[in-house]
């Protein structure tokens, strides 16, 4: 037994050690592509755009659904079929290859409609431009779908390794596309691009994704899984997959209603807009991916098995506790994405050909997104209550709510502000729709449980709000004390974010302790258990 709980820390640490690898690796490739094409220019907006629309069209189509309902079946497939549920997964991989194989034709001709409902703000030779780029880039729609399916077909074969690594291979490839752009001199300007940078720019993009679907495919082959296509790929319960993804899919659509819109608003703000936005939404996604992700993942059966053995009272303490250590944990970061966001935008971006002004703008955004992580991580994780309890009407719902606000948002953000300031809206409007998410999400749980430890939750972040305030304040004056003393610019910025940042870190702790932010004990516990592989 003991062997066992050890072989599945090991895996559970190897594929932390893998995410962890491959969200590093993409960030570090957004960092070079704007090194590359220039941070504000109108190039990097049309690439990045036209980078965006494969993810959207897929997520739409079926990516949503993957570990809600494919993963599921395809369990249910191994454990009753007499052989494993081989020939349902290869019945479902054949499924993918041909519908999302429709999918791309139509989406690569519908490519001019795709750009135009994304960038109302381009320049016609940045919207052609667009176009050409998603052309080259909406095959990925088809990649993505079949390494999916053959990883989620590894997962429950027991391989975990490939699926976790793939788009670390991903990275590398386009972080070694965007270098080689930067050798060879490649154009920042649209005019100045060549048919030769274009083509490195494009194909190698694509070559990125088609190197992960290489090494997930390769690793099923290599598990004895016998990968071939089957002419009709029939019986796996096709209306069965699309009704218990019905609600899923609502919850997809809400979420790229949402980046869309903001999207189109960023497009208003002028060359580098979009790139600030995607750019900032980037830095705000790090520590959730890293830390909350990690937490809801651990988190989850627990979850589960409480609220099928009818245990309420067990999953309201476990979605407190875990709301209370997000909270404290992502308090500080915000915090620092507020007092440091600019410092942030130059240490990253400020660097390689980056225009100084939209370095400047992202930081703001930078800053404006720290608003909204807390609200974001503490929605996130109460949806995971409606999981545990099998309720995805409920949590659909509340997120298709949660994207009206977050439109409405961004449509005002356009409406109102100089176009200048309406990509540092954007940020602003998800922190308005995200907290409103989270009162929502608390209030309909506490109805369905009777209740969810509302007065510790409130008094927990009541002190949390308090000792965040001291640690801005601190950082804050560090910041304004240290700038005369260190050099401008990009030399001068790990000096300034780490000096705040500690300074920042410790205000923000001393004054935990005099509350008895009780918290942050338990956070300290677990990281030095984790730190010790305990």
Not at 126 to 151: E, H, K, M
Not at 341 to 359: D, E, M, N, P
Not at 366 to 389: D, K
Request: hydrophobic content about 55%.
């Amino acid at each position: 037994m003991n062997g066992g709980v050890t072989s599945l820390e090991r895996a559970g640490r190897g594929m932390a050690i893998a995410t962890l690898a491959s969200r590093a690796a993409g960030f570090l490739r957004i960092v070079v592509l704007a090194a590359a094409l220039g941070l504000g220019t109108r190039l990097l907006d049309s690439y990045n755009v036209a980078n965006t629309l494969p993810n959207a069209v897929y997520e739409l189509v079926v990516g949503g659904a993957m570990a809600s309902v494919v993963v599921p079946l395809l369990t249910r497939a191994a454990l009753t079929e007499p052989d494993d549920g081989v020939v349902y997964a290869q019945r479902l991989l054949s499924l993918m290859v041909y519908g999302l194989s429709a999918v791309t034709v139509v989406a690569v001709f519908a490519a001019p409609l795709l750009v135009d409902l994304y960038t109302p703000g381009f320049t016609a030779e940045q919207r052609d431009l667009a176009v050409v780029f998603s052309r080259y880039f909406l095959p990925q729609i088809l990649f993505y779908g079949v390494s999916a399916t053959a990883g989620a077909v590894l997962n429950i074969r027991g391989r975990f390794a490939a699926p976790m690594w793939a788009p670390l291979c991903n990275s590398l490839v386009v972080i070694a596309v965007g270098l080689t752009y930067l050798a060879i001199g490649g154009s920042t300007g649209i005019a100045g691009l060549t048919t030769g940078q274009l083509t490195l720019l494009a194909v190698g993009t694509t070559a990125g994704v088609f190197a992960q679907l290489t090494l997930v495919v390769w690793a099923l082959a290599r598990s004895g899984f016998p990968v071939r296509l089957r002419l009709d790929p029939r019986g796996i319960a096709i209306r069965r997959i699309g009704r218990l993804g019905g609600w899923v899919l609502i919850s997809v659509v809400a979420a790229q209603v949402l980046l869309a819109v903001a999207t189109r608003s960023a497009s208003l703000s002028g060359p580098g807009g979009i790139t600030a936005y995607q750019n900032a939404y980037a830095v705000f996604q790090v520590p959730f991916a890293v830390i909350a992700l990690s937490v809801m993942t651990a988190m989850l059966p627990r979850l589960s098995r409480s609220a099928a053995r009818l245990d309420h009272a067990r999953v309201i303490r476990d979605l407190s506790l875990a709301v209370r250590v997000a909270a404290v944990t992502m308090a500080p970061i915000a915090v620092a994405m507020m007092v440091l966001g600019g410092q942030i935008a130059i240490l990253l971006f400020g660097h390689g050909r980056s225009a100084a002004a939209t370095v400047s703008l992202l930081g703001l955004v930078v800053a404006a997104f720290g608003l909204a992580l807390v609200p974001f991580t503490g929605y996130m994780i109460l949806q995971r209550g409606f999981y545990a309890l099998q309720d995805t009407k409920t949590p659909a719902l509340i997120a298709a709510g949660v994207a009206a606000i977050g439109v409405a948002g961004c449509l005002g953000a356009a409406w109102l502000l100089p176009s200048a300031d309406i990509v540092v809206g954007i940020p602003l409007a998800y922190a308005a729709a995200y907290t409103v998410g989270l009162i929502t999400t608390a209030l309909v749980l506490r109805r369905r449980l009777g209740r969810i430890d509302g007065n510790r939750l409130v008094r927990t972040h009541l002190r949390i709000l308090v000792a965040a305030t001291v640690g801005a304040g601190c950082a804050a004056v560090t910041v304004q004390a240290v700038a005369p003393l260190v050099p401008p610019g990009w030399a001068g910025s790990p000096v300034t974010i780490a000096v705040a940042a500690l300074a920042g870190g410790l205000g923000y702790v001393a004054a935990g302790r005099l509350l008895h932010l009780t918290e942050l004990r338990h956070l300290v516990a677990t990281a030095l258990h984790s730190v010790r592989g305990g």
